[in-house]
């Protein structure tokens, strides 16, 4: 398995302001994703994270809002700009793609609240 | 558009008894379907899949129902214990035209000692 952690793991953070996530496995992966989940509710998948390449995003989901980058294959970041309140939810880092098969894993998480 | 959704968003059980959670899907594409457990304050984890071509798959204590005529999914826990309490999604997985998992609403499970 890949064991993935993210920085902060929370943040309480002011409308107008940015802030980075960043993502770590343990090992070289294929894929890397970026999802959300606000509360109660589901996963939503924001943008696969593409080495060396712009990230490809979902619908609903623009690169000046939440840009990626991704410089290698162990590591990812996804900044949430410009925030409100709307932004409060949970980010999640997930990856697949090791050597053991596409079998998907995912982060704990960065629990994100916007005053 | 697709989605994939799920019957019940909450379900009570006692400790010992069996489990069924379920699942409808709409996109006939996927290439797989898989069964996520998440506890509060993590991210989810993987419990069981099950490929298109597949209409049953069992593992430790789980098991995995695909029906395609009526697009659902059902995972069932046998023997129920207090440390499956969870919320469990149902997800979709396309691997072709780019590896893209989808997920439901979610089912939150309560275990009674």
């Known amino acids: 398995s890949a064991v993935i952690s993210q920085k902060p793991s929370r943040d309480i953070c002011q409308r107008g302001t940015s802030l980075t996530i960043q993502c770590q496995v343990d090992s070289q992966v294929t894929m890397m994703f970026w999802y959300r989940q606000q509360p109660g509710q589901s996963l939503t998948l924001i943008a696969t994270a593409n080495q060396g390449s712009e990230a490809t995003y979902e619908s609903g989901f623009v690169i000046d809002k939440f840009p990626i980058s991704r410089p290698n294959l162990t590591f990812s970041t996804l900044t949430v700009s410009n925030m409100s309140p709307e932004d409060s939810s949970i980010y999640l880092c997930?990856?697949?793609?090791?050597?053991?098969?596409?079998?998907?894993?995912f982060g704990p998480g960065t629990r994100l609240t916007v005053l | 558009g697709e989605s994939v959704g799920l019957h019940l968003p909450t379900l009570s059980v006692q400790e010992g008894d069996n489990s069924i959670i379920n699942c409808a899907y709409s996109?006939?594409?996927?290439?797989?379907f898989i069964w996520y457990k998440q506890e509060s304050g993590k991210g989810p984890q993987f419990i069981i899949d099950?490929?298109?071509?597949?209409d049953k798959r069992q593992g430790q204590r789980v098991t995995v129902l695909l029906n395609k005529t009526v697009k659902h999914l059902s995972l069932q826990i046998a023997a129920t214990q207090p440390g499956d309490s969870a919320v469990y999604f149902c997800a979709e997985n396309r691997e072709t035209g780019g590896f893209k998992t989808i997920f439901g609403a979610g089912t939150r499970l309560f275990v009674k000692a």
């Open positions: 099950i490929r298109s071509n597949m």
């Open positions: 997930s990856v697949a793609g090791t050597l053991n098969g596409n079998e998907q894993f």
């Open positions: 996109n006939s594409a996927s290439d797989y």
